[in-house]
C-alpha cells in the first residue's frame, strides 16, 4: 500500500489526542506517559480536547475535567474519572462482559465509604470517557452485497438498483399495517483519518511511527519491511518526490471471517477487516494496540468476491489520505 502523508505534532503536547482508538489503550498509554506536571489525567484531558469541537462535546469535556478533580471519596487519592479508567481497562483487558462488570461495581461500591463517587453501572462508567470515543459509521448495504448505501448515488435509495432488494425490513404497526423497520445489512465504519491524527498528536506514538526511518539500524541485515528492497524501491521510484518523509504511514490491509458467537456448527460469519502499519518497531508493529479495525461486516453469510463493494469507503479515504494528508487540527 502506498505510505500516508501525514503532519504530527510531536512538538506540541498541548494538542495531541489519544494514541489508540480503543479506549483501554488511551488510558494505558496517556498514563503512562511522563508530563510536566506529572499528572497523566491532565494530560488526557490535554489530549481529548483538541478532538472536541462541538458545543455538546465541549460541555462532556467540562465534566469530564471536574471528574478529574473530584476524589472518589473523602481524602482520597484517586480522582473519580482516574478509579473509572482503571476499572474499564481492566474491564476491556479481560473481557469482562456489562453484566460481569456491572456486579464487580456493586462490590466495590460496598467496599468503600458510603458517600463514593464511583458509577453504579457500566453505562454510567462509559458515559463518564465519552469524549475520548471516536467516530463510528454506520452504512446500509445490499442484503445480497450488490452496494452500500453510500456517496450520493445510492445514500437515499430504499432498494438496490441491481437486484432490487428492499433495502430496509418491513414490520407491522399496532393497527396492522406494513411499517419500515430496520436496515436488511449494515457495515460498521470506523474512519481512519481520526485515528491515525491521534497517533501523531501523541509524543510518544509519534516516536514510534518514525523509528524506521530515524532509528532504525541500518545494514545489510533484514529485521523490518523498511529494509526491504521493495520498500527502498517504492520510495526512490515511484514516489522519490515524497518518499523521503519519514512521516508517511505504510498500511497492510488484511481480512477474514469470524463466528463471533463462538458455536461451531452455526452457520455464520462476520468478517472484519484490518489495518497493520509498517512503520512501527517490530515489537509493537503486531500488537492489538497499534492495529486498526476500519471495517466490520455484518453476517451472517460471507461477502466472498463481492468484498470489493464493502471495501470502497476504505480504499477511497486511503487515496484522499494520500493524496491530500491529514493536517493538524
Same mark, same amino acid.
Given at each position: 500500500?502506498?505510505?500516508?502523508?501525514?503532519?504530527?505534532?510531536? /512538538?506540541?503536547?498541548?494538542?495531541?489526542?489519544? %494514541?489508540?482508538? #480503543?479506549?483501554?489503550?488511551?488510558?494505558?498509554? #496517556?498514563?503512562?506517559?511522563?508530563?510536566?506536571?506529572?499528572?497523566?489525567?491532565?494530560?488526557?484531558?490535554?489530549?481529548?480536547?483538541?478532538? +472536541?469541537?462541538?458545543?455538546?462535546?465541549?460541555?462532556?469535556?467540562?465534566?469530564?475535567?471536574?471528574?478529574?478533580? #473530584?476524589?472518589?471519596?473523602?481524602?482520597? *487519592?484517586?480522582?473519580?474519572?482516574?478509579?473509572?479508567?482503571?476499572?474499564?481497562?481492566?474491564?476491556?483487558?479481560? =473481557?469482562?462482559?456489562?453484566?460481569?462488570?456491572?456486579?464487580?461495581?456493586?462490590?466495590?461500591?460496598?467496599?468503600?465509604?458510603?458517600?463514593?463517587?464511583? *458509577?453504579?453501572?457500566?453505562?454510567?462508567? @462509559?458515559?463518564?470517557?465519552? %469524549?475520548?470515543?471516536?467516530?463510528?459509521?454506520?452504512?446500509?448495504?445490499?442484503?445480497?452485497? +450488490?452496494?452500500?448505501?453510500?456517496? /450520493?448515488?445510492?445514500?437515499?435509495?430504499? @432498494? +438496490? *438498483?441491481?437486484?432490487?432488494?428492499? &433495502?430496509?425490513?418491513?414490520?407491522?404497526?399496532?393497527?396492522?399495517?406494513?411499517?419500515?423497520?430496520?436496515?436488511?445489512?449494515?457495515?460498521?465504519?470506523?474512519?481512519?483519518? %481520526?485515528?491515525?491524527?491521534?497517533?501523531?498528536? +501523541?509524543? @510518544?506514538?509519534?516516536?514510534?511511527?518514525?523509528?524506521?526511518?530515524? /532509528?532504525?539500524?541500518?545494514?545489510?541485515?533484514?529485521?523490518?519491511?523498511?529494509? $526491504?528492497?521493495?520498500?527502498?524501491?517504492?520510495?526512490?521510484?515511484?514516489?522519490?518526490?515524497?518518499?523521503?518523509?519519514?512521516?508517511?504511514?505504510?498500511?497492510?490491509?488484511?481480512?477474514? =471471517?469470524?463466528?463471533?458467537?463462538?458455536?461451531?456448527? &452455526?452457520?455464520?460469519?462476520?468478517?472484519?477487516?484490518?489495518?497493520?502499519?509498517?512503520?512501527?518497531?517490530?515489537?509493537?508493529?503486531?500488537? &492489538?494496540?497499534?492495529?486498526?479495525? *476500519?471495517?466490520?461486516?455484518? $453476517?451472517?453469510?460471507? %461477502?466472498?468476491?463481492?468484498?470489493?463493494?464493502?471495501?470502497?469507503?476504505?480504499?477511497?479515504?486511503?487515496?484522499?489520505?494520500?493524496? @491530500?494528508?491529514?493536517?493538524?487540527?
Amino acid at each position: 500500500m502506498p505510505d500516508v502523508a501525514i503532519h504530527d505534532a510531536d /512538538e506540541e503536547p498541548g494538542v495531541n489526542t489519544e %494514541p489508540m482508538a #480503543t479506549v483501554n489503550n488511551v488510558f494505558r498509554n #496517556t498514563l503512562a506517559d511522563d508530563t510536566e506536571d506529572n499528572d497523566g489525567i491532565s494530560q488526557l484531558l490535554r489530549n481529548v480536547e483538541t478532538g +472536541c469541537l462541538s458545543e455538546r462535546q465541549l460541555r462532556k469535556l467540562e465534566k469530564m475535567r471536574q471528574d478529574g478533580k #473530584t476524589p472518589l471519596y473523602r481524602n482520597c *487519592p484517586i480522582s473519580k474519572l482516574e478509579a473509572d479508567i482503571m476499572l474499564l481497562e481492566f474491564k476491556s483487558t479481560n =473481557g469482562l462482559s456489562d453484566k460481569g462488570f456491572d456486579q464487580l461495581l456493586g462490590i466495590i461500591r460496598k467496599m468503600l465509604p458510603e458517600k463514593n463517587e464511583l *458509577p453504579e453501572k457500566t453505562y454510567l462508567a @462509559k458515559q463518564m470517557i465519552c %469524549p475520548i470515543g471516536l467516530e463510528v459509521e454506520k452504512i446500509h448495504a445490499c442484503s445480497n452485497d +450488490c452496494i452500500l448505501y453510500h456517496g /450520493e448515488k445510492y445514500k437515499d435509495l430504499d @432498494k +438496490c *438498483p441491481k437486484c432490487e432488494a428492499p &433495502r430496509y425490513k418491513e414490520g407491522l404497526s399496532d393497527e396492522g399495517t406494513k411499517t419500515r423497520g430496520g436496515p436488511v445489512k449494515v457495515v460498521w465504519y470506523f474512519p481512519i483519518a %481520526p485515528r491515525v491524527h491521534r497517533l501523531f498528536a +501523541c509524543a @510518544k506514538s509519534a516516536k514510534l511511527l518514525r523509528w524506521h526511518g530515524e /532509528e532504525r539500524k541500518k545494514d545489510t541485515m533484514m529485521r523490518h519491511p523498511a529494509d $526491504g528492497h521493495d520498500w527502498r524501491t517504492v520510495n526512490t521510484m515511484f514516489y522519490k518526490d515524497i518518499g523521503g518523509e519519514v512521516r508517511h504511514l505504510w498500511f497492510a490491509l488484511s481480512t477474514d =471471517g469470524m463466528n463471533p458467537f463462538d458455536q461451531v456448527r &452455526r452457520n455464520h460469519s462476520t468478517w472484519l477487516v484490518t489495518l497493520c502499519i509498517y512503520n512501527l518497531p517490530p515489537s509493537v508493529c503486531m500488537k &492489538r494496540s497499534y492495529i486498526q479495525m *476500519p471495517l466490520l461486516i455484518q $453476517g451472517p453469510r460471507q %461477502p466472498r468476491n463481492d468484498i470489493d463493494v464493502f471495501l470502497k469507503p476504505v480504499i477511497d479515504e486511503l487515496v484522499e489520505m494520500f493524496e @491530500k494528508g491529514v493536517p493538524d487540527v
